[in-house]
C-alpha cells in the first residue's frame, strides 16, 4: 500500500547494502523523493551516490553494528546502533522483507511513522522496470512517473578521471568511447574478444579521433589469466581497478561508452555518457541502467560480425540515438 509523496517529504533513512548498480538504482528512487535522505550503504557506493546529489547524507553500512538489528531480545534503545543512525520520518530498506523481526526492529530504532521495506528483484510475473516497481509504493500517479536525467560529476572527480587519463597516455581532444567487458559474474559478460572487434573498427574508422580505452576491474584483475591482460595492453590503452570518483570523472568526458550489465554501467548511464550496454541471462527489461542516453539490448539481437551494434553505438555518440 503506498503512502504517497507526502508521507516522504520529512528526514527518511534509507538503506540498501548491495553491489553498485544495485545501490545506483536505488539512489535514482532517492532522488525522486521529496524528502532529506541518508542512505546507509557499502562504501564507495554510498560516497558516489552522495557525491552524485542523489541523497543528502550516508552511512557506511560496514562501519556500524548492524548485526544489533538481530539482537531481538534486547530493547532497541539500549543498542548502540539506534543511537548511532538517529531519529527519521520514514524509513525506506532493502535489508528484509517487511515481515522480518530485524526490519521491525529497524524501523522501532529510528523511529520511524511511516516504511516501506522493497524487493531486491521484481515480483514474479511483473514486467516493468525495478525502479517503477520501486516506485508503486511511494508515488500517487499510475504509472508513476521517474526522472532520470544526467548526474553532474563532481569538479574534483573529473579532474582525476582527466588526470588518469593524462597518466594513461589518452588524449581527450578527440572521442573517447570507454569499453568495459567485465561484469561481477562471468555468465553475464559479451565475450571479450567481440570487444576487442569493436574497438579495432571504431578506431580504423577515424584514426586519431576515435579513441577506445579498456576499463578493467577487480573482478577481471583476479580472474582473467594474465596473458589475456597483457594482450589486451599489448593492442589498446587499458586502465586497471581505478577508483569509482576517478572512473565516473573519465566517464563525464567520454563521447561513450560500451559495456554488460554491471554496476561500471550503471554509473555510465547516471553521469549522461552515450551507453550501449549488453545483458545476457538478466533482463534488461527489469535492470537496465538508466539515464538520458542509454541503450540496453539482449546479446541475441546482434549479429555475430557486431555490424548493427557498430551502427547504433554510432548513432548514440553522434547524437543520433533519440
Excluded at 86 to 98: F, K, N, Q, T, V
Excluded at 165 to 187: K, M, Q, T, Y
Amino acid at each position: 500500500m503506498k503512502a504517497g509523496r507526502q508521507a516522504w517529504s520529512g528526514k527518511i533513512l534509507a538503506v540498501h547494502p548491495g553491489a553498485l548498480g544495485d545501490v545506483i538504482l536505488f539512489g535514482w528512487l532517492m532522488s525522486n523523493l521529496p524528502g532529506e535522505v541518508t542512505l546507509v550503504a557499502k562504501m564507495p557506493q554510498a560516497g558516489l551516490v552522495e557525491g552524485l546529489g542523489m541523497v543528502e547524507g550516508v552511512m557506511d553500512f560496514d562501519a556500524l553494528p548492524m548485526h544489533e538489528l538481530f539482537f531481538i531480545d534486547d530493547p532497541p534503545e539500549q543498542s548502540s546502533l539506534d543511537r548511532l543512525i538517529g531519529c527519521y520520518d520514514g524509513l525506506i530498506s532493502c535489508l528484509a522483507g517487511r515481515e522480518d523481526a530485524s526490519s521491525r526492529r529497524l524501523a522501532r530504532m529510528c523511529g520511524a511513522g511511516a516504511s516501506a521495506f522493497l524487493p531486491i528483484r521484481p515480483p514474479e510475473g511483473y514486467t516493468g522496470h525495478l525502479l517503477e516497481h520501486w516506485a508503486e509504493f511511494f508515488l500517487d500517479c499510475d504509472p508513476p512517473v521517474i526522472t532520470c536525467p544526467a548526474r553532474p560529476v563532481p569538479p574534483d572527480w573529473r579532474k582525476m578521471g582527466l588526470e588518469r587519463l593524462s597518466s594513461a597516455g589518452v588524449p581527450v581532444d578527440g572521442d573517447l568511447l570507454v569499453i568495459h567487458p567485465g561484469s561481477g559474474g562471468g555468465g553475464k559478460n559479451w565475450p571479450l574478444e567481440r570487444f576487442v572487434g569493436i574497438a579495432r573498427r571504431i578506431s580504423d574508422l577515424k584514426p586519431g579521433s576515435y579513441r577506445p580505452l579498456f576499463v578493467v576491474g577487480p573482478v577481471e584483475s583476479d580472474r582473467w589469466d594474465p596473458i589475456v591482460l597483457e594482450g589486451l595492453k599489448a593492442e589498446f590503452t587499458v586502465v586497471v581497478n581505478p577508483p569509482v570518483e576517478d572512473l565516473a570523472g573519465m566517464l563525464s568526458l567520454a563521447k561513450g561508452y560500451i559495456g554488460n550489465d554491471s554496476g561500471v554501467s550503471h554509473l555510465a548511464g547516471v553521469v549522461g555518457v552515450p551507453s550501449v550496454v549488453l545483458f545476457g541471462p538478466t533482463d534488461p527489461g527489469h535492470f537496465a541502467p538508466l539515464g538520458p542516453a542509454v541503450r540496453a539490448f539482449r546479446w541475441a539481437r546482434f549479429q555475430a560480425s557486431g555490424d548493427d551494434l557498430m551502427a547504433e553505438l554510432l548513432r548514440l555518440m553522434e547524437g543520433q540515438g533519440n
